[in-house]
């Protein structure tokens, strides 16, 4: 069965066109733009993979310089998502499908908090079927109830390309801290 390979192709064709489409609306300067032309779709793609790398090594930077003043010990998943533990829980850990209660605060890597998010709030949710941040979902499976976490997401496990449209630009790295209240 292929299938997991159609779902790589297609995740790849839609970052290239996130990122192309990233690239273009970001030309709304008065500066003189200047038309790029390819001369086939291979080195079109091939601008917008090395492009996608430059911006993945950036927030790497960023995210590294974050973590190198911090006071934590970070793991890193699969995925890019860092995290680390501030108070141990003892509880069981969710899995898909289980409903979530958690209290969370949101901040820029610079430490601003996200206006929306600065005071904490509490969402209930259920793993791997609701439409929050891929982000919550993957750092909720990794916590036990009664734990406190510090998330550091990057933009394609939290707002992508698209930031939430209030207090969140496109393309924004947010720590994410977490408290994981109860698993129904």
């Known amino acids: 069965m292929n299938f997991p390979i159609k779902i790589h192709n297609a995740m790849k064709w839609v970052s290239i066109m ?55 010990i970070y793991e890193t998943t699969g995925t890019g998502l860092r995290h680390a533990v501030i108070t141990e829980g003892v509880g069981v850990i ?13 901040r820029f890597l610079d430490g601003e908090p996200v206006m929306e998010y600065e005071k904490g709030r509490n969402l209930e949710f259920f793993i791997e079927k609701s439409d929050v941040e891929t982000g919550l979902h993957q ?10 976490a510090e998330f550091i997401m990057p933009p394609h496990l939290a ?12 393309q924004s790295t947010l720590i994410y801290t977490i408290e994981l209240l109860a698993v129904r």
């Open 18 to 72: 996130a990122v192309f489409s990233f690239l273009i609306s970001s030309c709304n300067s008065q500066e003189q733009k200047q038309e790029i032309q390819y001369s086939s779709k291979k080195e079109f793609e091939e601008a917008m993979i090395e492009s996608h790398k430059k911006f993945i090594q950036k927030s790497d930077d960023q995210i590294q310089h974050y973590i190198d003043s911090s006071n934590f």
């Open 94 to 106: 969710p899995k898909v499908g289980d409903q979530v209660k958690i209290n969370y605060t949101i």
């Open 139 to 148: 750092a909720l499976q990794l916590m036990k109830v009664g734990e406190k």
């Open 159 to 170: 707002f992508g390309m698209s930031g939430d449209r209030k207090g969140i630009p496109p």
